[in-house]
Structure formats: C-alpha cells, structure tokens
C-alpha cells in the first residue's frame, strides 16, 4: 500500500507540495536536495515534476554520503530477506553479555521524580524536543581522529548514516498521526584529540566525552560543553524551520559508556558494545525516545514513576510485572515495537495530536503470524476499542486490538476452533461482542466476550434447510436483538434472530430476491436495520426494515464505472449517514453514500490504495468510520475518516 523512495530536487518546497498532492509524505529529508517519500504504491513515480528518481546535478559530500548509505540499506534489506531473525533481536537491553544503552538523569528528571510540579517547557529535559510529533531536525556528526584505532572509514560512515536512517525511518512511520519528518544535517568532522579519560573532570561520561566533542564543535563554530551543542540545535531548529532539533555525535574515540542521552544530545560508539553496528538503528531509535521523554523499561526502572511531557506513568517497566508478561517494547528490548505507554510518553496521544479531519492515508498494521485468508473483519464496541479478527492461514481465529489508543500485537485464539470461513463480528454494547464464523461441518458457529467473563466457547447454531454460501453475517440493531443472514444454497435470504433470550429458527425471504454474494448488514437505529448483496444483475441492491413498517423490497443502488469484486460493505456512523463501500474492478476504494435523505453518486478514493479484499468497515463514533483491507503485501491495511 505504501513505499518509501528517493528522491532528487532542486526545490524542496515543490517536492513536498508534489509529494503531498500525491497522497504521500516526506519522512526524511537528507539534505536540501535529497529526501525519502513514502506514497502510495499505485504512485507512478515517472509522472512526478518537482523531483527525479536520480540527481541532475553533482551531490555535495553530506547528499552523496547519504545516498550511499540509502543504497546500501536497501541491499541489506534485500539480502536478509527471508533470512533467520539476528540472535540479539527482541533479547531484553539488560540480557546478561549485554551492556543496555542509558538516559542520563537529569536535573529535570530528579526533580520531577521528587515530585516536584512539571514544568511543560522542560518536561524531557530540554525545550527543543518535548515531545516528538511532528518535523525534527537532527544534527548527525560523525567524529574521527585523524590517526590511530579512533579513525572512521568511509565504510563506517556509510554504515553509521545507514543505521540512523534505519532507525529514524522506522519512528517516522510507526505512528501516522504524528507525521514524523526528520530533516538531517549531516557533519563529518576529523579532529586531533587524544581519546579520554581527561584529567581534572569529576564526571565520569564527561571525562571520556570532553576533549574530542569540544574539537568538534570547535571545528563548526560552536562553544564547548552544553553551551555549544545547545546552540547547535536551536540553530538547527530555526534554520530548517522544524518544530523539535537534537544532537547525535557518533565516534570511535572510547566512551564511559556505549550509547547515552542526556538533554539535547546522543552520543553512541560505533562498535555498540556486543549488539553490534548492525544494531545501531535500534539503540539510536531508543536513544531517540529518551530524548522526547521516554523512560527505560528494564533494569532498576519504577512503575511509581512518570516521564514525558504528558506526565505518563512508566507503567510497562519489568518491576511491574511477574516475569515474562511484560509487553514487548523498544524502551526494554532490542525490537521495533512501542507499547502503549511508551508511545504516550513521547507524547503520541490524542492530547496532543492535531486533529485530523477527513481522510487519513492507508497504514500497515501486520498479518498473523501464520498470514490470514481472505478478508479482515472489524467491530468496535465502543469509543475506545477497536477489535480486527481473521481467518489464519492455519484456519483459527486471530486478532489484533486496540485499546489505550495503540494497536497490540496479533494473538491467536487457541479454542480449538477451525474455521471454514471469514469472521463475522458484532456487538450487544459496550462490553460484548460476538463472533460467527462457518465450520467444518458447513454450520454458523458463534464465540461471544464479555467484560465479566471473557470469551465463551463456541456453540453451533445451526444453518438453513438448504445449506449456504459463503460465510455469515451479523448485526445486532440494539442490545436485545441479533439477527444472522446468509446466502443460502438457493440464492435467497435467510435469516436467523436472537430475541427474548432465545434464538429461533433459521427462515427464507420469500421475497423474489436471488443473491450473487453474502449479504452485507447495518443498523441506522435501534429499530432498523438494513441488508446489501450484489444482485445477479452485478448492481448492489438494498432491502430494510424498520419497527413501524417491517420489511421493503429490494431496491438497486447501481454499482461504480466498471463494476466491483465480490460484496459489498456497509457502515452508518450514525442515525443520518450510511456509506457503502466496494472493492472496484480496477481494485481501488469506492463508496456511495446515503445522507440528507438520498443516495448520492458513487466516488473513487484516488488514495493510491490496492485492494486485495473486500472491505471492512467500522465506526468508533458518530463522526468517525475506518475501513480494513488485505493488502497486495497481504498485510491488513487501515484508513480511517473523522468528521
């Protein structure tokens, strides 16, 4: 759904207007004529104006030596694919063998600690980067002496900007809403110093780090010590006209330890101790979140306490747990992973996030394990938990969650169910939901979770007189009512009600309708509910009921230019608006809407999207819709609409 390529101008402005036009955006931007976009994999990158796929004209030493490092990233990235999984990866930073990376404590975070009140401007310890949404510009010097084992090679380099790249591109992609963009100011300086410790220097790290950071910074125009880098990135933040600037100095020259931060500044070794060089992206991209307030998670770390410019309570730190049930996390392990209270110290919460209105882009959010068949299936039920659910490749059910306003890893449902179908979902209120799928034995099958109790088990419910097709389908138009439709084996409708307690037989609609597709199902209030197929004639037709008047009869709603694949979806919002939304022949969105009392035309969403599925649709309030997709990469893809 989304690619990342470099890219060549001359102006960056009309670049990124370009880039943005194309529904895609800048997350890292190398130099004034170099930069990486993500857009849409239908983008043909050939029909872009304002930027080239190689440069026009020679590239200074920082360009090329980011290009250079671009180029080996992406062969790195090719060469382990498909390859077995590095021995130090998801190993928690404190593993012993292993020397953790560090944030120096600092005088804001030891006041704080103390409890003393928070200050916002300081909240993570320095004004120029309190919390990361947003552009970012970073200052990456790479220091080497000019004699001796301190020396970088060109290689090195390479590889160094490679890692930060690595590591800075996987941030600016995790969390969409905060539309990360680094904006890189890439120094390579070689100085004389002889390596510490320096005599006459009470401070450990400052005893190993003095001489040849000062030489440095000397060497740019900057004062020694914290003066110096402190004006560097405040210098950096204006001049690139970014929102948030820090420093990362990366040397050869031994450190007190391998890789720390402290206020505005990172400093790392290239050798990273025994995670190795190509391991640097990681601990950098740890480091980083230390920088805009994110806690470490391992080691001595203390659930009483709370980091970030948000105040966040360091609640996944391992003395909060029995061993092994800590969530995996960037902050406690060597993985690309950002559990929920991480992310909210680093300020990547709603508080914080402009508020988008209309149409986010598409965004990745993973496949089971074992990759999934078919079509994801969506339910919310309520504001504040979303529930993807898919058949796996294995024929269980998987799932995937959000909740405290982060998406959580994929987890198999180990019931011993085997399903023969996609999931159909819904929900009864706000602490239940249900889930209907077609078994072995050709029957619906239903498992149900509720706050008090947790999930059932599962439970045969039967199926028509005539077998079906396809899997089932499900809405619950308030919380005493459920109803299940299917296709059956003749073409027709048939439905099965849960009310009173009790469900009741399976029956037909009689009503002349012949179905080319399982039905797809909605609710516009608690005393309607309404069913969309895909007729014999390839148009979507409708039929609905309400409380006053019972049953209509069906009613075509035409189909987009060029028809669509398979059936159709649909969602109400709330009790004015339903959209129906397709898989279109040219395998783009479309959608056509139902809203001040009439159906309106069907439109394409010129998104750069690629379905490989029927859509998912859900809605977690009356201004708010999101549809799900299998991906051409057999990914679920997400995007999602607020009002």
């Known amino acids: 759904m989304a690619k990342n390529v470099l890219r060549f101008t001359h102006t960056m402005a009309a670049a990124s207007e370009e880039v943005a036009r194309w529904g895609g955006r800048i997350t890292q931007q190398f130099s004034p004529t170099v930069f990486v976009a993500e857009l849409p994999d239908a983008v043909d990158e050939a029909a872009m104006t304002a930027s080239t796929d190689q440069p026009t004209q020679p590239l200074d030493e920082a360009s090329q030596l980011a290009v250079d490092a671009w180029t080996n990233g992406v062969q790195a990235r090719s060469a382990r694919?498909?390859?077995?999984?590095?021995?130090?990866?998801?190993?928690?930073?404190?593993?012993?063998?292993?020397?953790?990376?560090?944030?120096?404590?600092?005088?804001?975070?030891?006041?704080?600690?103390?409890?003393?009140?928070?200050?916002?401007?300081?909240?993570?310890?320095?004004?120029?980067?309190?919390?990361?949404?947003?552009s970012v510009a970073v200052g990456v010097v790479l220091v080497s002496r000019n004699t001796g084992a301190e020396v970088l090679s060109s290689a090195e380099r390479v590889k160094i900007i490679q890692e930060v790249q690595e590591g800075l591109g996987w941030l600016a992609g995790v969390e969409p809403r905060a539309r990360i963009s680094f904006v890189y100011d890439i120094r390579t300086v070689t100085v004389s110093s002889a390596p510490g410790p320096y005599a006459g220097v009470a401070d450990a790290y400052e005893s190993y780090e003095r001489d040849w950071r000062d030489a440095a910074l000397a060497s740019m125009g900057y004062a020694a010590g914290r003066p110096g880098y402190q004006k560097y990135a405040s210098d950096l933040r204006a001049s690139r006209h970014t929102d948030w600037a820090y420093v990362a100095f990366f040397t050869k020259y031994p450190l007190n330890h391998f890789a720390y931060a402290i206020v505005e500044k990172v400093v790392m070794n290239y050798a990273n101790d025994g995670w190795g060089p190509d391991n640097i992206n990681r601990v950098f991209a740890h480091e980083s979140c230390h920088i805009f307030g994110a806690a470490d998670e391992y080691g001595s770390c203390s659930c009483g306490t709370t980091s970030g410019h948000l105040a966040v309570p360091n609640s996944n730190c391992v003395n909060c747990f029995p061993?092994?049930?800590?969530?995996?996390?960037?902050?406690?392990?060597?993985?690309?992973?950002?559990?929920?209270?991480?992310?909210?110290?680093?300020?990547?919460?709603?508080?914080?996030?402009?508020?988008?209105?209309?149409?986010?882009?598409?965004?990745?959010?993973?496949?089971?394990?074992?990759?999934?068949?078919?079509?994801?299936?969506?339910?919310?039920?309520?504001?504040?938990?979303?529930?993807?659910?898919?058949?796996?490749?294995?024929?269980?059910?998987?799932?995937?969650?959000?909740?405290?306003?982060?998406?959580?890893?994929?987890?198999?449902?180990?019931?011993?169910?085997?399903?023969?179908?996609?999931?159909?979902?819904?929900?009864?209120?706000?602490?239940?939901?249900?889930?209907?799928?077609?078994?072995?034995?050709?029957?619906?099958?239903?498992?149900?979770?509720?706050?008090?109790?947790?999930?059932?088990?599962?439970?045969?419910?039967?199926?028509?007189?005539?077998?079906?097709?396809?899997?089932?389908?499900?809405?619950?138009?308030?919380?005493?009512?459920?109803?299940?439709?299917?296709?059956?084996?003749?073409?027709?409708?048939?439905?099965?009600?849960?009310?009173?307690?009790?469900?009741?037989?399976?029956?037909?609609?009689?009503?002349?309708?012949?179905?080319?597709?399982?039905?797809?199902?909605?609710?516009?209030?608690?005393?309607?509910?309404?069913?969309?197929?895909?007729?014999?004639?390839?148009?979507?037709?409708?039929?609905?009921?309400?409380?006053?008047?019972?049953?209509?009869?069906?009613?075509?709603?035409?189909?987009?230019?060029?028809?669509?694949?398979?059936?159709?979806?649909?969602?109400?919002?709330?009790?004015?608006?339903?959209?129906?939304?397709?898989?279109?022949?040219?395998?783009?969105?479309?959608?056509?809407?139902?809203?001040?009392?009439?159906?309106?035309?069907?439109?394409?969403?010129?998104?750069?999207?690629?379905?490989?599925?029927?859509?998912?649709?859900?809605?977690?309030?009356?201004?708010?819709?999101?549809?799900?997709?299998?991906?051409?990469?057999?990914?679920?893809?997400?995007?999602?609409?607020?009002?």
């Open 81 to 134: 694919a498909g390859q077995a999984r590095s021995a130090t990866e998801d190993l928690s930073w404190d593993t012993p063998g292993y020397e953790p990376p560090r944030e120096l404590e600092t005088l804001e975070v030891r006041t704080r600690a103390a409890g003393a009140p928070e200050v916002p401007s300081e909240s993570t310890g320095t004004p120029t980067s309190r919390y990361l949404i947003g």
């Open 323 to 643: 061993p092994g049930t800590q969530l995996a996390c960037l902050m406690n392990a060597n993985t690309l992973e950002m559990c929920t209270f991480s992310r909210k110290q680093i300020g990547w919460d709603d508080r914080l996030f402009p508020r988008q209105v209309g149409w986010s882009g598409w965004v990745a959010l993973g496949a089971p394990a074992v990759g999934f068949t078919g079509a994801p299936a969506v339910v919310s039920r309520n504001g504040t938990v979303c529930n993807i659910y898919a058949r796996g490749a294995d024929n269980a059910l998987w799932q995937k969650a959000w909740f405290n306003n982060a998406w959580h890893d994929w987890g198999r449902h180990n019931d011993g169910g085997v399903l023969a179908s996609e999931p159909a979902l819904g929900s009864m209120g706000p602490n239940h939901e249900h889930v209907f799928v077609r078994g072995t034995d050709n029957q619906v099958w239903q498992k149900f979770w509720k706050a008090e109790s947790g999930w059932s088990g599962w439970f045969a419910l039967g199926a028509p007189a005539v077998g079906f097709t396809g899997a089932p389908a499900v809405i619950s138009r308030n919380g005493t009512v459920c109803n299940i439709y299917v296709r059956g084996a003749d073409n027709a409708l048939w439905q099965k009600a849960w009310f009173n307690n009790a469900w009741h037989d399976w029956s037909r609609h009689s009503d002349g309708g012949v179905l080319a597709s399982k039905p797809a199902l909605g609710s516009m209030g608690p005393d309607h509910e309404h069913v969309f197929v895909r007729g014999t004639d390839n148009q979507v037709w409708q039929k609905w009921w309400t409380g006053a008047g019972g049953w209509s009869g069906w009613v075509a709603l035409g189909t987009p230019p060029g028809g669509f694949i398979g059936a159709p979806s649909v969602i109400s919002r709330n009790g004015t608006v339903c959209n129906i939304y397709v898989r279109g022949a040219d395998n783009a969105l479309w959608q056509k809407a139902w809203f001040n009392n009439a159906w309106h035309d069907w439109g394409r969403h010129n998104d750069g999207g690629v379905l490989a599925s029927e859509p998912a649709l859900g809605s977690m309030g009356p201004n708010h819709e999101h549809v799900f997709v299998r991906g051409t990469d057999n990914q679920v893809w997400q995007k999602w609409w607020q009002g």
